[in-house]
């Protein structure tokens, strides 16, 4: 319970993409174009200055987010939240919803 809620309040160095805290990513952040490491997306989403998924959708998105969770176990309602915020992200704020 303790983790979890914990892992609300990390705000900062959220992934912009996906909104995991990077300081989960075991690369430490994707990857631009020269090779220096991103400070807004995760290895996951970003690497060598792109989208690895440029055609990922914004719902697309928030399910991967749901299952990730799910296979890590989080309560529903951290799925709930996680899922929520996808839209506040940088990638996706300017996205029709
Ligand atoms: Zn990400």
Redesign the pocket.
């Known amino acids: 319970m303790k983790k979890w809620l914990r892992q609300l309040e990390i705000e900062k160095n959220r992934?912009?993409?996906?909104?995991?805290p990077l300081q989960f990513?075991p690369q430490g952040g994707?990857t631009e174009s020269d090779g220096s490491h991103s400070r807004d997306?995760?290895?996951?989403?970003?690497a060598d200055g792109t989208f690895k998924d440029p055609q990922l959708t914004l719902e697309a998105m928030q399910q991967r987010v749901r299952q990730l969770l799910r296979k890590r176990q989080a309560p529903w309602y951290i799925r709930a939240y996680m899922a929520h915020r996808v839209p506040m992200l940088k990638r996706w704020r300017s996205c029709k919803r």
């Open positions: 992934c912009q993409s996906c909104g995991m990513d994707g997306y995760c290895s996951y989403c970003y």
